[in-house]
């Protein structure tokens, strides 16, 4: 038979996309820091392991969100178009050298998990939460703090004048053993 030019365009195009690192699911299989793991990843039909890995937490300069990380977490391993070695020691360069999608310019990113092993999230605007049931949600003008024992590390802490506590409110309840405060006010 044949063949077209067409033909031989996908041709190369097929063998450009078949060495082209973009994105692979992947799960941790070593934890060295909160910032560096080793991962397995799955390529072609294939499991390959890949050492010293990045991680990408999400941060900004003001605020955090740091989730633990476990051996079996599963996310995607990511491929950067460019050499990120200079920028990963802080050098806002990123790269002067002519290397894309390279196995050595990579990162993993949290969370893609196949459909029979997601998490089913509780209903809030945005919720933190822990597989065993502790949960922190924000919703509408509400912070819903949920499961277990609740501990607050701080010099000081404000509750509003309404504040209620196991039904009742707590700088208007009455004294009956004599205390300060008696008939009303707030507590010692």
């Not at 699911?25 to 072609?44: Q, T």
């Not at 196995?103 to 919720?127: C, H, L, T």
């Not at 309840?173 to 006010?185: F, I, L």
Request: glycine residues 10%.
């Amino acid at each position: 038979m044949k063949r077209k030019i067409t033909d031989s365009l996908c041709d190369i195009l097929r063998g450009i996309s078949h060495i082209t690192l973009v994105e692979f699911p992947c799960k941790i299989i070593n934890v060295h820091s909160p910032y560096l793991v080793d991962v397995e990843y799955y390529s072609n039909n294939s499991k390959d392991i890949l050492l010293n890995v990045p991680v990408k937490h999400q941060q900004t300069q003001k605020a955090y969100v740091y989730l633990g990380i476990n051996v079996g977490d599963k996310g995607t391993l990511r491929f950067f178009d460019n050499d990120v070695s200079k920028y990963r020691e802080g050098v806002d360069l990123v790269s002067s050298e002519i290397r894309t999608h390279n196995i050595n310019d990579s990162v993993f990113s949290f969370g893609f998990y196949p459909d029979n092993e997601q998490y089913v999230f509780p209903d809030g605007d945005v919720v933190i939460g822990t597989n065993n049931g502790a949960t922190v949600t924000l919703s509408n003008n509400c912070i819903y703090i949920n499961g277990g024992n609740i501990s607050i590390n701080g010099s000081n802490l404000t509750l509003g004048s309404n504040t209620v506590i196991d039904g009742k409110t707590f700088l208007e309840h009455k004294h009956t053993n004599g205390n300060q405060g008696n008939p009303t006010g707030g507590v010692i």
